[in-house]
């Protein structure tokens, strides 16, 4: 769906701009939500999503409060994983959903065209076959990690079969590469055509500004690379 505002679009160029894409919970036993937002920011995230599965609307309210503030400093990107109806509320950028979540098609309804939806696949024929009024998609789990419990890993095939979609215009909209990504496992995912991450593990330490700058240098990295070879192979 095209956005009715100049609200939407910006949200639309911002995301096609984007590299580095953080998600977090709302970190209640170590307090220090805002502070970790604020050092990924800073560090280059581009889009900080709130992902707390199991917990109340007032703790996904309260926790979103600080994400909404922090993306407006920073002029970040900010999503609601699962909940429309909690992105709606905080006046979130989006909602990202799996593929077990509500259709696209009613998260559209429920927050308007100008909202960002993203959507997982794990799978080509799902990333093939993802609704065309979804705003990007991820793909993975590439790696095994505890964060997709019980998701098995795609491995890289998936990556390649985005990569190669995108390269031939098949797939327009912005996809980023998930599941186990981090500075060592990354190079390897870049090799095989991403050029947007998803992150979760990777900038959870002490310092996750100096994380999240050493992944989106290499994020940035890719891209220049990759342009240079798609130039070149397809001759754009």
């Known amino acids: 769906m095209t956005p009715s505002s100049d609200r939407g679009r910006r949200r639309l160029r911002r995301l096609g701009d984007a590299l580095l894409y953080v998600v977090t919970g709302a970190r209640e036993e170590r307090g220090d939500l805002r502070s970790f937002l604020d050092a990924v920011l800073r560090g280059g995230a581009d889009v900080i999503q709130l992902r707390e599965k199991d917990a109340e609307a007032s703790v996904l309210l ?3 409060a600080a994400f909404q503030r922090a993306a407006e400093e920073h002029g970040g990107l900010f999503v609601v994983n699962d909940r429309p109806d909690i992105a709606l509320a905080l006046g ?6 799996g593929q077990d979540d509500l259709p696209v098609s009613v998260a559209r309804q429920i927050l308007g065209p100008d909202a960002l939806i993203g959507v997982s696949t794990h799978t080509p024929a799902q990333f093939e076959a993802a609704d ?4 990007y998609l991820c793909a993975g789990p590439v790696f095994a990690t505890p964060t997709k419990a019980g998701r098995p890993a795609t491995g890289l095939d998936l990556v390649r079969f985005a ?3 995108a390269n031939r215009h098949l797939e327009r909209r912005a996809w980023f590469a998930i599941g186990g990504l981090d500075t060592t496992t990354l190079p390897g995912v870049v090799a095989a055509g991403a050029q947007r991450a998803v992150v979760v593990r990777a900038v ?3 310092d996750p500004e100096a994380a999240a700058r050493a992944l989106r240098e290499r994020l940035m990295r890719a891209v220049h690379a990759l342009d240079d ?4 192979v397809y001759g754009r």
Do not use: I, K
């Open 204 to 206: 959870d330490t002490d």
């Open 62 to 64: 309260r926790a979103g």
């Open 132 to 135: 065309r009024d979804a705003s």
């Open 163 to 165: 990569a190669d979609r």
């Open 229 to 232: 070879e798609r130039e070149n």
């Open 92 to 97: 979130a950028d989006g909602v990202h959903l």
